[in-house]
């Protein structure tokens, strides 16, 4: 275990007006903890950070991380960044994130640190107790320029504009220290003030609504059509079987892409909703033609935010739209008063989401300097490669950082 201490900025004892309270000694500390050593000690901790959460996470929540720990590959040296109030273990966890030295940067052969993301990870932002972003940067770079894992540090799929973001941004210019933003990308996110229906008559056009109409009463028309919502582990064996074999059954199952084609994404899939089922953060949507799965939806909620992690339908009934259809029903999350917003976690101009969802939320990749004559050296030529490809390629990084100012 590789721990110090940490001078925080404010000495003084800080209260939230929640029912965690937490409190910032005078000296704070920061570890790196093998994962192989976690256990779960951490588990009250770690809970406890994500309800206070300045950016909800659930691809962080131990939910989630641990089973994808477990069931997929990970470097030798990947640990946990730990940011405590006080002592480990004895004190409120401020800060949590994986993170370990990777050897390849897309088709370069450099070697970098970086946060631990996933093929089944679509969000890599940090959980830091919120009022505590500043000091939770803070203390990751000084332990990341005293290791002797090589090259820089970059954080990927991390929110573009949140209390994060900003957090990074002003403690590298306090520090000197250079932090680019590599790569961004807008995707589709559901927040409004309006209820489901408002919601839906303002955003989907009116051909479109009165098209899902005709598909839902022409479906209706072959048999028993029924929708159904859960929020509970009742029957979650039986509809997770459900769910991996209409995936399968898909054109994902046909390009070997579909959660069922493997042992580690299948017990990855199994293991994260039963956990997630028992931390009462899983929501389920499917609907059902005389029983049989048209389509089904996974949703984790992290109040106050949600995440839609996973979709499956049957292509024999695409004409009549069974994912869209589920999506209408999922707009129902609108009504929940503990959730503000959920993230689709969809590709950039995803066809069918962006028509139904008229929010978007950046998420970005961000490179950051850390100390060293070589680290330095590397970045910097990294960084005038990427730029250079860029120019010749014609790719545009839009910052909403900058576009608010």
């Known amino acids: 275990m590789d721990a110090g201490g940490f001078q925080t900025q404010n000495d ?59 069931h997929f590959s990970t470097h030798p040296e990947l640990s946990l960044f730990l940011f405590w109030a006080g002592l480990p273990h004895k004190s409120d966890l401020l800060g949590l994130m994986p993170v370990g030295p990777c050897r390849q940067l897309g088709r370069w052969p450099v070697p970098f640190v970086q946060n631990w993301t996933h093929h089944n990870s679509f969000l890599g932002t940090p959980l830091v107790r919120s009022g505590f972003e500043n000091q939770f940067w803070t203390a ?14 970059h954080i990927r799929d991390m929110t573009v504009g949140g209390s994060l973001d900003q957090a990074l941004r002003a403690v590298c210019a306090r520090q000197q220290r250079r932090c680019d933003l590599v790569h961004s990308e807008a995707r589709a996110l559901l927040q409004s003030d309006l209820d489901a229906e408002a919601y839906y008559a303002q955003t989907v056009r009116p051909k479109k609504r009165k098209e899902l109409r005709r598909q839902a009463k022409r479906l209706s028309e072959m048999g028993d059509l029924s929708f159904s919502h859960h929020i509970d582990e009742a029957g979650l064996e039986i509809w997770i079987a459900d769910f991996l074999k209409l995936e399968r059954e898909s054109w994902k199952g046909q390009e070997g892409s579909a959660l069922d084609c493997s042992d580690d994404t299948r017990g990855f899939f199994t293991d994260t909703l039963t ?62 008063p503990d959730i503000d917003w959920m993230d689709s976690c969809a590709a950039q101009d995803h066809p069918m989401i962006d028509s139904l969802w008229s929010g978007r939320r950046h998420i ?7 100390k060293g004559l070589s680290r330095n050296a590397m970045f910097r030529g990294v960084r005038f490669g990427e730029d250079l490809m860029a120019q010749i390629k014609g790719r545009e990084i839009v910052d909403i950082m900058q576009v608010q100012q």
């Open 12 to 70: 003084e004892a800080v209260h939230f007006e929640t029912a965690d309270r937490v409190c910032l000694t005078s000296s704070a500390s920061a570890e790196l903890v093998s994962i192989a050593r976690i256990d779960d000690l951490l588990l009250p901790s770690w809970q406890k950070l994500a309800r206070n959460a300045a950016e909800p996470n659930s691809f962080y929540e131990h939910w989630l991380l641990g089973p994808a720990i477990q």
């Open 140 to 153: 990751l770079f000084k332990h990341l320029d005293d290791k002797n894992w090589p090259g820089f540090l």
């Open 364 to 370: 970005g990749r961000f490179s950051i300097e850390l």
């Open 275 to 336: 956990g997630a089922a028992s931390a009462g953060q899983l929501e389920r949507h499917d609907v059902r033609l005389n029983g049989k799965p048209l389509a089904m939806l996974v949703n984790f909620c992290s109040a106050p935010g949600s995440f839609s992690f996973k979709t499956a339908f049957d292509d024999a009934y695409a004409r009549f739209s069974p994912g869209v259809l589920l999506q209408r029903e999922n707009l129902q999350i609108l009504e929940r």
